[in-house]
């Protein structure tokens, strides 16, 4: 089994629609990130997370929340989607102890679709 | 600017040719850096940390020259199965914060 795990892990809806993308690891890191993937642009950050109570916006937030469950639970919403939120994206953890190293550990990716 | 720049490829050469690839970082302040790989529609995996004394993990070596801002990665005796994409990562931590950026990638495709 993975040790981040991401689901859906493919998806297609239609415009205007609620979208979760959920991920959870067993890791045990303190850590977490949601990452999007556009051809050309590689990895764009949309939020991350140091713990439970700790929720940071990336460079790209707008249109997205977020919501850390649990330490191993960290989930992202479109709540309402447009098609240019069409993207593979990337839930990742990284431990609290290497936060000087930046090694990141990657979910299997979840591929979006937005008509 | 892009905070990390790559170029983008692709890179096509033939098994068993050396292959060199650079990165560049605007950030003067960065902390740590990385060469991940990507193969196709997977997930970024770490290939190797890049330190400032330069480091070597069998056909692969990273280089990181803090003046002029870039770091390398050369593999030699390339194989069809370096056939990836290979992401330069560059990262600033805080107490309070973390960036960790990516380069878009550099493609590179080995012919037999």
């Known amino acids: 089994d993975a040790d981040v795990t991401q689901t859906p892990r493919n998806r297609i809806t239609k415009t205007g629609k609620r979208i979760m993308l959920e991920c959870s690891q067993t890791?045990?890191?303190?850590?977490m990130y949601w990452y999007r993937q556009d051809p050309g642009l590689g990895l764009r950050l949309i939020y991350y997370?140091?713990?439970?109570?700790?929720?940071n916006k990336g460079e790209i937030s707008d249109g997205y929340s977020v919501s850390r469950q649990a330490q191993a639970k960290f989930s992202l919403s479109l709540e309402s989607a447009i098609p240019n939120q069409t993207a593979l994206y990337f839930c990742?953890?990284?431990?609290?102890?290497?936060?000087?190293?930046?090694?990141?550990?990657f979910g299997e990716g979840s591929r979006l679709t937005v008509l | 600017r892009k905070e990390v720049e790559q170029d983008p490829g692709p890179f096509n050469v033939p098994e068993g040719a050396t292959v060199a690839f650079n990165c560049t970082y605007s950030?003067?302040?960065?902390?740590?850096f990385f060469w991940y790989r990507q193969d196709c529609r997977k997930e970024p995996k770490l290939l190797m940390s890049v330190y400032s004394s330069g480091n070597e993990d069998g056909r692969f070596t990273a280089q990181l020259n803090r003046a002029s801002q870039y770091i390398s990665l050369l593999i030699r005796d390339s194989k069809l199965s370096d056939s990836a994409t290979y992401l330069c990562?560059?990262?600033?931590?805080?107490?309070?914060?973390?960036?960790?950026?990516f380069g878009s990638g550099t493609r590179l495709s080995i012919r037999p």
């Open positions: 950030n003067s302040a960065s902390q740590s």
């Open positions: 997370s140091f713990d439970v109570k700790d929720i």
């Open positions: 990562v560059v990262t600033a931590f805080s107490s309070s914060a973390s960036k960790i950026i």
């Open positions: 990742a953890t990284s431990d609290r102890g290497r936060q000087n190293t930046g090694e990141l550990f």
């Open positions: 890791k045990g890191h303190d850590r």
